[in-house]
């Protein structure tokens, strides 16, 4: 366990989560749609995509949600939603070089199942017929456990998915009152039934901690809940209070979160149950079952990191469709404008909906790799990713902040080594953040370090 000191030195420290380097707060509008045409074109048609599909759209407003949605008053919005992402598959498939090989495809949100087993369907067809998904491929889908039906479950099961992740963040109900998101544990594991059944093998559960009006208790009791599912994996994310940023944060009462020490225990107490039932941690807020492919990547060294957190996609780039989606290309990233209307007319009227980006250089790719190896390995070796990148390894700044985190025992240091101390784990963030030379003071936006 970390000591109170440690964890009063970084309780206040803003840092991001580094699902990209740059940071999306970095991207600029100088980046839009002629770098977007010019960048996909451009794909090696040989090589591997990976596909995320955004829907920003839930039926009610959990409070805590960080994640860009929100309530369509009617069914209007959704079906022109769901129009414009068949068009902007066609719109961007028809820039690319060849109908590419799709190895890994997620659907996320917001609740994507909101739009139902038709149009999933009809979504799934548009990409069928300009991308070639390869047999082996990984189809995920994340899941409100509370609006899962059997029509849905057969959708998944038609269109082959693999991988569910379910929404549970905690059990208890004095927490699932201040949080505005009812679930029993009945609702949860019939969720999971129905996917199971209709071959959906991998399945996700989501946690968090932090979460008002939590205790320790109540987490160890919602982790035993949920390990009576069997999931293959869990990400146990600390719950980001941001009500600056989402204002519907903001009904949450903040003095009933806990503080930076009782956060940090309820991680521990999380992790703790999960080691002791048998599953590997994986970067800073995973857990997976030793043979899982997770575990496998971590253990091969291939382990990554993208906007939905840790995975083992091994595809060359990654492709966003829909309002506010990122695409991960070679020469750099994407996003789309996050407003559901303009992302609309933007593609109705034959446009792309990019909004901004930021063009890779190479100390962006030099420090990205550095960053991911922390993130991932919780470790790297700066003279081995320096001689990759043909770049020196001189680092002289960064190697005198990494010498602080040395004498706070956050980091053991060994020649080019930077290796993260087990206990100090969740702070993998503070380490990445000393190779992020963009990170502005207090920046504010992103949630507490611990
Ligand atoms: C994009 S959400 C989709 C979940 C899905 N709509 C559902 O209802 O279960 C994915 C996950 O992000 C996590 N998440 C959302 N808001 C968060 C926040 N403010 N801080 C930390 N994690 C958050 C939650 O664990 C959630 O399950």
Redesign the pocket.
């Known amino acids: 366990m970390m000591d109170n000191a440690l964890i009063r030195r970084f309780e206040d420290q803003r840092l991001p989560r580094y699902t990209s380097y740059p940071t999306a707060p970095h991207f600029s509008a100088a980046i839009g749609e002629g770098e977007a045409k010019a960048w996909l074109q451009a794909l090696d048609p040989a090589a591997t995509l990976s596909l995320y599909l955004h829907v920003p759209f ?1 039926r009610a407003l959990c409070w ?4 860009h949605t929100q309530v369509p008053g009617h069914d209007a919005p959704v079906e022109r939603y769901v129009g414009a992402l068949e068009r902007e598959i066609d719109q961007v498939a028809s820039l690319l070089p060849a109908p590419m090989r799709v190895v890994h495809l997620h659907w ?4 994507p199942t909101i739009i139902g087993a038709e149009r999933l369907r009809r979504v799934m067809g548009a990409i069928r017929r300009r991308f070639d998904i390869a047999a082996e491929a990984e189809l995920a889908i ?3 456990p509370r609006r899962f039906d059997p029509a849905m479950a057969a959708a998944l099961q038609a269109e082959r998915f693999t991988r569910a992740s ?2 549970v ?1 905690s059990f208890d109900p004095a927490v699932q009152q201040a949080i505005n998101r009812h679930q029993s544990f009945a609702q949860t594991e019939r969720a999971v039934d129905l996917l199971r059944g209709a071959g959906v093998a991998g399945i996700n559960l ?1 946690l ?1 901690y932090g979460l008002p009006h939590q205790s320790v208790a109540a987490c160890r009791e919602t982790v035993t809940q949920a390990l009576g599912l069997a999931p293959d994996r869990l ?1 146990v ?4 209070h941001v009500p600056a940023m989402k204002r519907h944060q903001q009904r949450i009462d903040a003095t009933s979160l806990p503080g930076a020490g009782e956060r940090h225990t309820q991680a521990e107490a999380i992790a703790a149950t999960l080691g002791e039932a048998g599953y590997a941690a994986i970067g800073l807020d995973h857990f997976a079952r030793p043979g899982d492919a997770l575990a496998r990547a971590l253990a091969e060294g291939r382990l990554r990191r993208n906007f939905q957190g840790y995975t083992a996609d091994p595809a060359a780039a990654l492709v966003g469709f829909g309002a506010s989606a990122i695409s991960a290309l070679p020469q750099g990233y994407l996003q789309n404008t996050p407003r559901i209307v303009p992302y609309g007319d933007a593609v109705a009227s034959g446009r792309l909906a990019v909004a901004r980006g930021l063009a890779l250089d190479a100390d962006d790719r030099l420090r990205r790799d550095i960053i991911d190896r922390l993130m991932c390995d919780l470790a790297v070796d700066l003279g081995a990713v320096a001689a990759r990148h043909g770049a020196d390894a001189d680092f002289i700044a960064e190697r005198r902040a990494l010498g602080d985190l040395a004498r706070q025992g956050v980091v053991r240091l060994s020649g080019d080594r930077v290796e993260i101390v087990e206990d100090c784990r969740m702070l993998a963030r503070a380490v990445a953040a000393v190779f992020d030379t963009r990170l502005a003071p207090a920046e504010g936006r992103h949630a507490a370090a611990i």
Request: proline residues 0%; contains cysteine; hydrophobic residues 25%.
């Open positions: 839930c805590y949600c960080g994640c996320g949100g917001g609740t994340e899941i409100d379910l929404g963040q989501d968090l990400a994310f600390g719950y980001a």
